[in-house]
């Protein structure tokens, strides 16, 4: 069973430049997450989908973040203007359910802002 | 608020060697996970713990659940470089699904 995929794996760009990231989730699982990670620390969750809802974006800055799920199935999540502060590495997990279900996550893109 | 504080930030012992790292918090979590993550992927589960004072082995690793359940600890015997990566703690928090997570140690096991 293929995991959860993600691309590109790195990504550098210009600071005001946009940047799309991509995910396909396990076959079959209906929650997607996208996390943020610093280097040498936790991810921080920044959204949260149940199919194609967004059921906790709360800690997405939306003045220059955006996600969506079309189809309940594939995500993609943008950053538009990037700044330098979002040099991280951007994962994207998905659980078959909520709570303490596994997440399974996927390899993540490092995101260089120059 | 809901914390996980992980000790040490940082560890490097030599191969063979016993270690263990801890995952604290002041508050009570109704389940504990512990991951694992290499550099250049994601974390990857080991385990999960659900009962006050469990434990739970996976080959070399330990892992135990405090009494109280605000704690956790991670003991491996005989470290391997295969262990090498950062490894978290992460619970769910009390008003929603969302994980918790502690901020990792990392681990260099050198040959």
């Known amino acids: 069973e293929a995991g959860v995929v993600q691309s590109p794996r790195y990504k550098i760009i210009e600071k005001k430049q946009p940047v799309a990231f991509w995910c396909n989730p396990i076959s079959g699982h209906n929650t997607l997450y996208w996390y943020l990670q610093n280097l040498g620390q936790g991810p921080e969750l920044l959204i949260r989908y149940e199919n194609e809802e967004a059921v906790d974006d709360s800690q997405l800055p939306k003045d220059r973040f955006s996600a969506e799920r079309l189809k309940g199935v594939d995500s993609t999540l943008k950053i538009q203007p990037a700044e330098l502060g979002d040099s991280a590495v951007y994962l994207c997990?998905?659980?078959?359910?909520?709570?303490?279900?596994?997440?399974?996550f996927g390899p993540g893109t490092r995101l260089t802002v120059l | 608020t809901q914390l996980l504080k992980q000790s040490p930030q940082f560890l490097s012992i030599q191969e063979g060697e016993n270690l263990t790292v801890y995952c604290n918090s002041s508050s009570v979590f109704s389940s504990l996970q512990w991951y694992r993550q290499e550099p250049g992927e994601g974390p990857v589960l080991l385990v999960t713990?659900?009962?006050g004072g469990e434990v739970k082995k996976l080959k070399r690793l330990t892992f135990q659940f405090g009494d109280a359940r605000k704690d956790s600890s991670l003991h491996i015997t005989a470290a391997q470089p295969g262990d090498t990566g950062l490894y978290l703690c992460a619970g769910p928090r009390d008003s929603n699904y969302q994980l918790i997570w502690g901020a990792g140690t990392k681990l260099i096991i050198k040959p």
């Open positions: 713990v659900v009962t």
């Open positions: 997990a998905s659980s078959a359910g909520l709570g303490t279900d596994t997440q399974y």
